[in-house]
């Protein structure tokens, strides 16, 4: 993510830092919300998130260029891919570790964190890859700043999924199921709900938009089998940030640090990228623990 | 502190009254006398890239066990073995002191900064410390570099050994490994490793009962950052060079599968942990060619097929672990063990009939 850039402070180099940071925040976005709801419903953290974001990028990839699908089209494909890992992966390994030590869960995921780098490695190699994009390089041009249509197009697409999310969660029964499970799953069970069912689901679900959020991030951003930790990292800064369990919050949280990271880049220097994310990690965390819009500390 | 000091010397008492009539007493004798011996037959090379490594990671896995004791867990314990690595190494150049002094200082320096992010996550549930710790490691790099100029961590710098590479320092190490492996297990045996139990068994219930839980976590997280950054001084000397790389995520896994691998919270678990990772990263590569001559062909996007096939396996081997082992190989020998009493006993009763 090291891009080349003119240092002038001037107005226009602001607002494409700005449409940059939003850009990048709509795929953190993503990552945060799927980690949200699956942490939301079944108190299970997955730190191997980022692991699916990167998977979900190489299908992407390898749909678009082997099949020469479109780009955009490639993200549906990534994200069915990424549910069934999500399946999978529920029903093979968090499943078990439910419920005992809590630990437990994060040596899980870290387990799955070299099985799927170092796995895409042996499919994919080491190389740089990068989805080949039928928008890349126009734009408009605004005040001399270039607003990339492939950018552009990522923050409606991140819209579409969010609202598509927002009604699945609000208004259908498997999203009232989930509210339920989320609140009390010992009641929600006596209620009828199955909440085994409930967890694949929303595994999957979370998978999903990590897939997506992949699929963006290949478009945008070349990538390798070693992108997936820090996105993960980035994504639980998100939702410190926004809160818990809140999901406008992880949508605003996202646009925040998107922002406050490319700016951070742009004043500071290209080695403060990562370190921006912890430091709002840990500011927030020791400042206000349930985050900025958070419900309720869990 | 005093307090700890009274309980740890009551638990030394205790354990030495009570040592000589377990059979732990020999398991003991017989892990250090294989650990005296097997250097004078070894080669250099093993000595000095197996072995010792080796015990450097008993100690610090040790001290990554001690903190999963209290309940807590730590993805940046990298940055704790970091700091006690560049702080050892820096304070014995810029101030002229005797390397042992190093070691030591650098241990402390990495318990005091250890202190700082104490205070801060204490509070925090498993997976937002594990969250922290991790970023912390990550930052941690970002400010070596910034201050690239006094530390000189990015191109790096060799080291001042206490004593000579080879046997010697092997012994060093082994010396130091194990009086610190005997200390934290004292710790665990006195009254505040038994507050870190309570601790983690059931944290409102010991909050119920009085112990102060941000205390003792806090002591947990002091303590293991201590062993971690002496464990960091070792292993700055003993690779002869330190550099960021030691921030590695690598490295903060590392303790994290030695001590789960082995037996989380058990005290010989990071011990067997060390023994099996170490033997695994040392030799195993030595079967690369074969695998590339199998499964090459498999995956022609990659040169070597052997590395990521090998790290796969150990994530998968973890996976398993947790899941089917949960309390590590440790238990595995337990289980062994106590089979081979049960029939010594049976053969002993056949004879009395």
């Known amino acids: 993510m090291v891009r080349n850039r003119s240092v002038d402070h001037t107005m226009s180099g602001i607002l494409e830092t700005l449409l940059w940071g939003v850009a990048n925040g709509c795929i953190y976005i993503l990552l945060a919300t799927g980690l949200n709801i699956i942490f939301g419903v079944m108190k299970l953290v997955n730190f191997a998130h980022g692991q699916l974001l990167m998977i979900g990028a190489y299908v992407a990839f390898t749909v678009s260029t082997a099949f020469g699908l479109n780009a955009y089209l490639s993200i549906l494909v990534a994200m069915a891919a990424m549910a069934l890992v999500g399946v999978a992966l529920e029903r093979l390994t968090f499943r078990r570790v439910l419920g005992t030590d809590k630990l437990n869960e994060i040596f899980v995921s870290l387990g799955l964190i070299y099985v799927f ?40 697409i991140v819209t579409i999924i969010l609202v598509a999310l927002f009604i699945l969660l609000k208004k259908t029964k498997i999203g009232l199921a989930m509210r339920a499970t989320s609140q009390r799953s010992e009641t929600s069970k006596l209620m009828g709900i199955n909440i085994e069912k409930i967890y694949i689901f929303t595994f999957a679900l979370g998978a999903a938009l990590a897939g997506a959020a992949g699929a963006l991030y290949g478009i945008l951003l070349p990538f390798n089998p070693g992108i997936g930790a820090l996105p993960t990292i980035k994504a639980f800064a998100i939702i410190m940030l926004g809160g818990l369990g809140s999901i406008p919050g992880a949508v605003i949280g996202g646009l925040l640090y998107g922002i406050a990271e490319n700016t951070a880049v742009y004043f500071l220097g290209g080695i403060w990228q990562d370190a921006v994310a912890f430091a709002l990690l840990i500011i927030v965390l020791v400042i206000k623990p349930t985050g900025l819009f958070g419900e309720k500390g869990e | 502190m005093q307090k700890m000091f009274t309980q740890l010397l009551g638990s030394i008492e205790r354990e030495l009254l009570n040592f000589h009539q377990s059979e732990k007493l020999y398991f003991v004798l017989g892990a250090v006398a294989v650990g005296l011996v097997i250097p004078l037959v070894a080669s250099e090379y093993v000595v000095g890239e197996v072995l010792t490594p080796m015990i450097i990671f008993m100690i610090y896995a040790s001290s990554w066990n001690l ?25 014995v150049i810029k101030l002229n002191l005797p390397p042992v002094f190093g070691l030591l200082l650098g241990g402390l320096f990495s318990a005091g900064i250890g202190l700082l992010i104490g205070l801060a996550c204490v509070r925090l549930k498993a997976w937002f410390l594990a969250m922290v710790t991790f970023g912390f490691s990550v930052i941690i790099v970002t400010l070596i570099s910034q201050f690239d100029t ?103 896994f590392l303790p994290l599968m030695m001590a789960v691998i082995g037996g989380l919270r058990t005290i010989e678990g990071p011990i067997i942990g060390s023994v099996i990772i170490v033997t695994i990263d040392s030799y195993l590569h ?11 062909p498999l995956f022609p996007n990659v040169s070597n097929v052997g590395p990521p096939l090998r790290m796969l396996s150990l994530g998968l081997f973890l996976v398993i672990v947790v899941i089917f082992l949960p309390k590590g190989v440790s238990s595995l020998l337990h289980k062994i063990n106590n089979y081979f009493r049960e029939e010594t006993k049976k053969a002993d009763n056949i004879e009395r009939k």
């Open chain 2, 286 to 296: 030595r079967i690369d060619n074969v695998l590339h001559g199998l499964m090459g």
């Open chain 1, 117 to 156: 780098e170092n796995a895409a490695v042996l499919l994919w190699g080491n190389k740089l890859k990068q989805i080949p994009n039928p928008l890349q390089g126009g734009g408009l041009l605004l005040d001399e700043v270039l607003i990339g249509y492939d950018r552009l197009l990522a923050i409606l």
């Open chain 2, 150 to 252: 006094v530390i000189g961590g990015i191109m790096g710098f060799p080291t001042p050994l206490i004593v000579e590479r080879g046997l010697p320092f092997y012994y060093t190490t082994f010396a130091l490994a194990a009086i610190s492996i005997f200390v934290m297990y004292l710790l665990i045996k006195s009254k505040t490793g038994l507050a870190f139990r309570a601790i983690h068994e059931n944290e409102p219930e010991a909050n119920m009962i009085g112990i102060n839980i941000a205390k003792y976590k806090l002591i947990a997280f002091v303590l293991s950052t201590f062993f971690a950054g002496l464990a960091g001084g070792l292993y700055a000397q003993s690779i002869r060079y330190i550099q960021v790389s030691v921030f590695d995520p690598y490295y903060s």
């Open chain 2, 67 to 91: 903190l999963a004791y209290s309940g807590q867990g730590s993805l940046g314990h990298a940055a704790f073995l970091g700091i006690g690595g560049f702080a050892s190494a820096l304070i």
